[in-house]
């Protein structure tokens, strides 16, 4: 910097607008590229440890701001008015968004920050900036989301699946999924153990129903909820019948022996059809049967008594029968 250079710039600071195009014009010659000089806070100074590069009083708020230029660590000031011609002056070497927290309430001060990296805010989402490297770059403080200028939401897209909810952890930089029920599992809720292992027996498959909430099993030779159910299992058929499962193991048939009946419990002797003394056999696989009568007996259930030889009694007879 000329000595020509800096009368030039005094003079031009009688007007702050100007102060702020001339300054732009010096930072040509430097690194750090300020643009402009602009308030972040007033009645209020920033206070953060480590930030001070120096203090020094000045006679206009203007000259504060040329000696910051002057310094190419400096990225913005305080200023505290003493009287109408003098101000201490702070040279700090802090820049960026989320800068109130650091401030102390104090009367006719401001504080001001150099046009840096940080003023067009490229930190999204609520991200806080500062700068580095001498004002040539920034950091963004991300809350809840990641990536340079905390545009990243790793919650969105939601990689949680079936209705599962994404809540971010470390510091937006990773996420957890809380899975709609406690049926789907794995980090993404991928993973739904319904049907691992799978609940229904004897070869059956398990699919999901309900959106996952419920299962049913499609069942071979077999039934029930879980195909649990063997329909000839104990076997319902009885005196010897085979049993065989049908309507795809919902139902089931008894091959009887002898016997009749749904379960083969029907035996077509038993009690004894045959009347008066007759001898009662199962004809038909069991399903019939027929007596075998007493001398002087006839009829299907022998209950027909023959009658005496007699002309009328044989005519009597005809009679019955015919
Ligand atoms: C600024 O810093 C980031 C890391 O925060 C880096 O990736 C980038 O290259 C830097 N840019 C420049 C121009 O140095
Ligand atoms: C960040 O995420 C946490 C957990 O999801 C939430 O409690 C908190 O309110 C969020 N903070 C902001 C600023 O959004
Ligand atoms: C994110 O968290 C999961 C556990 O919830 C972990 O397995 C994974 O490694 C983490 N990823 C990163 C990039 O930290
Ligand atoms: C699941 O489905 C079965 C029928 O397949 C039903 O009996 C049961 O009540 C259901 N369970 C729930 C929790 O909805
Ligand atoms: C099973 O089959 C028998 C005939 O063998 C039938 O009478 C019965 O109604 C069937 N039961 C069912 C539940 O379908
Ligand atoms: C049973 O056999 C008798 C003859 O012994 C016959 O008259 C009857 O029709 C048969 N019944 C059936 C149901 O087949």
Redesign the pocket.
Known sequence: MTITATFLIIWTCFSALVCAQAMKYLNKEGEISFGNVYLSAEENFFHKLGSLLSHQTTRSIEECWFKCVQNKECLSVNTIALDKSRYRCQLLNWAGTGFEKYLVPKANSKFMQMQTVCSPHPCQNGGQCTVKDGGTNYTCTCTNHTGRNCEINVCSPNPCQNGGRCNVKDEGNNYTCTCFNQYFTGRNCETNILCMPSPCQNGGQCSL??GG????CTCVGHTG?NCEINMCSPNPCQNGGQCTVKDGGTNYTCTCVGHTGRNCEINMCSPNPCKNGGLCTVKDGGTNYSCSCRTGYIGINCEIKIPSLSTSSRRRRRRVIG
């Not at 909430?213 to 049913?216: A, D, E, I, L, V």
């Open positions: 129903k309900d909430t419920n299962y049913t909820r």
